[in-house]
């Protein structure tokens, strides 16, 4: 799954780690609640990484070796990964990340999100029948965490 946070900044969370990628370019991972710096990067990134740091709660831990070089952005660019989730989904799914897994990131999420980032949400987890029941719970509005659901005394 691919949320856009914010123009050109975006996390990709198609394994653990999640990585964070600044146009093109994977500039950190998100481990144990904080965010991992690969290195020194341009201005703009390092602003997108404040940033992300600030919505996701989590600390940046700044490496001290060097980074990929930005000098072809310094004309502008937008780049865009096909299929991932709007700035806003993924800024309200991020803010979650803090406290719970992508997953419980996402289905508490869910009464917030609309359309297409929905889509793109089952479409990830189609075959995940705990999360199918997540967002059951969501639409009936029972708020829950990531832990462990026993669905079995939830009375409906």
Known sequence: MILKVKENLHLIAKSKPIK????????????????????KFSRT???QMCYLSQILGMPLLASRSGGMPFDWLHYGAAIRFDGSISNKGSVIIAKQLKQQSLKGACA????????????IILEHFKKDTQFMEMISLAELGIIFSDEEIDLSKIDI
């Open 45 to 47: 990134t390092s602003k």
């Open 108 to 119: 508490a999420s869910w009464n917030l999100l609309k359309g297409k980032d929905r889509e």
């Open 20 to 39: 964070v990628v600044s146009y093109q370019t994977e500039v950190a991972e998100i481990v144990d609640g904080k965010i991992k710096s690969y290195g």
